[in-house]
């Protein structure tokens, strides 16, 4: 009710003033929900006047006077008692028991697709998520992302988008041509066989251990010119094999090939097995390599250089120059401005006398032994979005430590003519652990099998001590669903943007305003509509009966929409999982101040609320990949 009332006081609005004489566009920003029973504010309101006054010379109470006196005369939509003027704002004040009703009415005829809305022409969204590197176990870093991507996507969904999920693997570059020379080297079948992810693993730490520790020496200065010599051949043996390796593999070396399908391979299947314990699917998982083996990078190098976006370097690489004045706005189709003329670089590459010392940003897609990087194969999958999907948005789930690297990429993009797709980076802060940065190539990760196993563990010990009414064969089910419950929630609800320090006690802990919490509200609300004969018609409510605890439930329960709206536009669930443990503490609130079954004269209403109250917490959970219990 509050979604589509919101709706019609935006048209009333614009109506109202241009009626009122002021010509002024009115976007969706112009009409904030307050507060429920703000007597000031109303459950409505407007600060539009004040911009109005301010281009036309005038007192903003009079502009909001006269706005809201023409809103009166063009009729305020159903629901809405009253408009009135408070120091200039304009302020809409509902009518209770027919918010009751409609919301009421709207909730149980929606029922799981209450929030849900239907596009005529929907957005087409491929979207890189979780995008682990095969070969290595998936961290907390990993889980941050999946979650992340995994709730944000199920809303655009609801919200009538058309998503594609594409499990973007880094399965491709020279760290795998280090892997393969490592392992021709090192490796052992056994080890593989009995544990291939940990043996891999090891070989990788221990490539980057040598070369660190031999790069170390040569800087330190050994004691002779021979041993100095000696630990120089050592070094440029192993980088030179990796690169080797890696380039036999671009070849389509059949044993480079062999070898390296038995990682992403093994990698996937470890993979799929965290993911169904997570609740999660995609519906791609084409890889880096995809783009390099299906011939795509050619494409776009090709592409790159036939229109003059690309040059070639004295080493015979292969980059895009990108200028300080191309970033503002390159993600946004309508607001990007780039220079694709090489004319420019090439001055000021004369003037430098050196790309590295050239007043521009080089974006390479070629290296100078003439393999490719991560900017050749994103390049491909924008060409493979566009020309495969018609794709509208490209969407990144990507940690904020590649944000530069991102808008160089939607600068090079637009230079490449991909001129009509949305591209959005939405980044998320990095993790650390309390004694440092994770660092995979040291060994210091938190991996993903960890932290569940800890939830696990931690929720079962919970239902050991306080489900007394849960059958033995049920505590490990139901200690699951709350461990999932309890790391999705944190993941979700913690700043986006904020970099976490990860305390593994503390992302798993039970206490406090966690999603165990939401979900033992949701269960709560079950075991009263249980207890019930059953569920009254929402025809045989009758709103006068309803206090205001009541009211102030509905007045939550409708605002559901709107918070899918906010989630939608700040491509972040958090709004979502912010506003579930806010109901969960007001429905908490009305089950301690009210009688529900039992009440005198609003019992038939108050069931319908609950029953309301669960299908909400019913459909937002299940946006963020939680559960609902029937008991805890």
């Known amino acids: 009710m509050l979604s589509s009332t919101r709706r019609e006081l935006l048209e009333g609005i614009r109506a109202a003033v241009a009626d009122a ?244 391979e093994a990698s996937i299947e470890r993979f799929e097995t965290i993911y169904a314990e997570l609740g999660v699917e995609f519906d791609l998982w084409l890889g880096e390599s995809f783009y390099a083996r299906e011939g795509w990078n050619d494409v776009v190098i090709e592409k790159a250089l036939d229109e003059d976006v690309a040059m070639r370097g004295p080493d015979d690489s292969v980059f895009i120059p990108i200028y300080d004045d191309d970033y503002e706005g390159a993600g946004d189709p309508a607001a990007a401005d780039v220079d694709p003329s090489l004319d420019r670089a090439r001055e000021l590459l004369d003037e430098a006398g050196s790309v590295e010392d050239a007043d521009f940003d080089a974006f390479y897609i070629v290296k100078s032994d003439g393999s490719t990087v991560y900017g050749t194969r994103d390049l491909a999958t924008i060409e493979y979005r566009t020309r495969e999907f018609d794709a509208d948005q490209s969407v990144y789930v990507v940690a904020s430590e590649q944000n530069r690297y991102f808008q160089q990429l939607f600068v090079a993009a637009r230079k490449m003519g991909y001129t009509d797709v949305r591209l959005e980076h939405i980044d998320y802060g990095m993790i650390s652990l309390p004694e440092g940065s994770m660092s995979t190539r040291g060994g210091q990760i938190v991996t993903v099998r960890e932290v569940l196993d800890a939830a696990t563990e931690r929720a079962r010990d919970i239902v050991h ?93 409708g605002r559901y929409p709107l918070v899918l709206d906010r989630c939608e536009e700040r491509y972040d669930a958090a709004p979502l999982a912010h506003y579930l443990l806010e109901l969960a503490h007001v429905f908490n609130s009305f089950y301690h101040k009210n009688r529900v079954l039992d009440a005198e004269s609003a019992a038939a209403g108050r069931l319908v609320l609950t029953d309301a109250t669960a299908q909400v917490f019913e459909n937002g959970l299940g946006l963020l990949g939680i559960e609902t219990l029937a008991e805890m």
């Not at 004691?223 to 890696?246: I, M, N, P, S, Y």
């Open 21 to 264: 004489g002021y010509d002024r566009d009115v976007d969706s920003s112009d009409v904030e929900l307050e507060a429920f029973d703000d007597e000031e504010k109303g459950e409505f309101s407007s600060a539009l006047s004040f911009a109005i006054a301010a281009d036309a010379g005038e007192n903003p109470m009079v502009v909001a006077e006269s706005i809201a006196e023409a809103h009166r005369a063009h009729g305020l939509p159903e629901g809405v008692a009253s408009v009135t003027v408070e120091n200039g704002h304009i302020n809409y004040h509902l009518d209770a028991a027919t918010m009751a009703r409609l919301t009421l009415y709207e909730i149980t005829t929606e029922g799981s697709e209450y929030g849900a809305r239907e596009l005529a022409d929907p957005d087409r969204i491929v979207a890189d998520v979780s995008s682990p590197n095969i070969a290595k176990p998936l961290h907390v870093g990993h889980l941050r992302n999946t979650i992340l991507s995994d709730a944000l996507m199920n809303v655009l969904e609801e919200r009538g988008h058309d998503v594609t999920r594409d499990n973007h693997l880094g399965d491709w570059g020279t760290q795998f041509g280090n892997l393969l020379h490592e392992y021709v080297e090192y490796g052992s079948e056994d080890a593989f066989e009995d544990d291939p992810i940990a043996h891999l693993l090891d070989l990788y730490q221990q490539f980057e251990r040598r070369d660190g520790m031999l790069e170390d020496v040569s800087e330190f200065g050994a004691l002779t010119d021979e041993f100095e010599a000696a630990v120089e051949d050592e070094r440029a043996f192993h980088t030179a094999q990796g690169k080797e390796w890696f380039a036999r593999l671009e070849r389509g070396d059949e044993a480079a090939v062999e070898r390296w399908e038995q990682f992403r």
């Open 465 to 557: 001590e306080k489900g007394r009414d849960v059958a033995d064969e049920g505590i490990d089910a139901i200690a699951r669903k709350i461990a999932l419950a309890t790391v999705k929630y944190g993941m979700v609800a913690a700043n986006r943007g904020k970099d976490i320090t990860f305390d593994i006690d503390e992302a798993v802990s039970l206490e406090g305003d966690t999603g165990p919490y939401v979900q033992y509200a949701t269960t709560r609300a079950y075991s009263i509509l249980e207890s019930a004969e059953g569920v009254p018609a929402v025809d045989d409510v009758d709103p006068s009966a309803f206090n205001d605890t009541d009211y102030d439930l509905i007045y939550h329960l």
